[in-house]
């Protein structure tokens, strides 16, 4: 819908269809330059974030404005460390499980049946929580049984997340009188939603208690690198470290989880790309366990990431607010190409979606699927690809997230050596909540590498 205005509208246009104040919606590259690095200071992310998002992930990074924006990102960035992203055995270990997750082979066929989606999101959960909160504490959610504190956590998690997004698309524009007769009627008691919030934080503060309980211990320099015990350096207040720590794995946990998801559909219906990929991890390991720097350099790897970020970035659109009146450099005049006035408190969309799908950017081909696209040096994108966001709050999390999602393609095309699509489904079908996914899940047959 959305690609379809850009392309009858223009790539600038203001509308209130689903709101009652209006908004300017943008795909204009430069346009995104100025809100995000230029004319960073006259924007803010307003407070619907924080109204949405506040009653689980509280104040922090990715919720913050201004100076308290300033103080989490400088307790936060120097964790993300070379040291800690090259750490490949926290993945192994959570790859493992996911293996032993999967069900067992058709006795006849060999192949086993499975939908992926579900053990990737569980195992962005277990190696995000164990790299947030040490081995000890680490969630397993792919192996924990119902009831366990790693699956309260994950249902009141991914609860909480779906209804953020309902709450976002209802409690707006025309919708917003049934939000507040909502409100009215629910009155002091406790809803679904609220619980789910009080789950999460009833798991993590123990957690976050005992290890400032701890006694401070001179580290092992060979030991493994812990968000909680670097943060805890700078601060101990469990509050603050609560609010931090959900902050991130709610910016990293599902956004990684929808891109090995959203890749393993594309591979489930293109088996050229799936034996193109896997003979590059072939060659390139011979069975070995990857090792960081010659993984992050695999080209075919690479080029097939960037294409489903570009085709399905995880965070599909974003906003923010003007804090003063500015203007935009593009979408004003009769042509649209003169510069915009934006008044104080005007809220400006920009959909990464629609900009990666801009011909303008990526040429005609812009509407295909295309990892080879990434092989021409002529293709410098620059604002018109922004998967990561861009700017003073640029993803903290891209190395990150790019070396699990490299990761586990590699361990899979080395344990498997075909992958058959299962879904009937064979096209395209979008659920976009909180990021883009696959609203069918990704049903696949696996054939074990060396199996006849
Ligand atoms: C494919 C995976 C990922 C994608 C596509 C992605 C995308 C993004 C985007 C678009 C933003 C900007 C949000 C905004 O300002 O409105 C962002 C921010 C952020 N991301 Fe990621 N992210 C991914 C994975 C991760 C991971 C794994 C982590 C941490 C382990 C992480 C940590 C963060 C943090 C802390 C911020 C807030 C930065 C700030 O506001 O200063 N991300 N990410």
Known sequence: ???????????????????????????????IKTILATDFDSFELGSRRRTLMGPIVGPGIFSNDGAAWKHSRALIRPNFTKMMISDLSTFETHFQNLLKALPAADPHSGLIQVDLMPLFFRMTLDSASETLLGSSMAFNSQLDLPGSASMRFMDAFDYVQKKIHLRNVLDRGWMKPFGLVYTLAKGSKKDQFEQACEVVHSIIDPMILEFLRRPVTKKDPHSKYVFLEEMAKVTRDPLELRYEILNVLMAGRDTTAALLTNTFFVLARRPDLWDRVRAEVEETFHGRLPEYETMRNMKQVKNLLSECLRFYPPVPFNARTAKANTTLPRGGGPDGKSPLFIKKGQQVDYHVYCLHRSPDVFGEDAHLFRPERWEDPVLRPGWGYIPFNGGARICLGQQFALTEASYVLVRLMQEFERMDNRDPVEAWREQIGLVTKTRNGTSVALKRAGSR
């Open 1 to 31: 819908m959305w690609i379809d205005r850009y392309q009858q509208i223009g790539k600038t246009f203001e509308s209130a269809t689903v709101s009652i104040q209006p908004i300017i919606f943008t795909i204009e590259p430069e346009n």
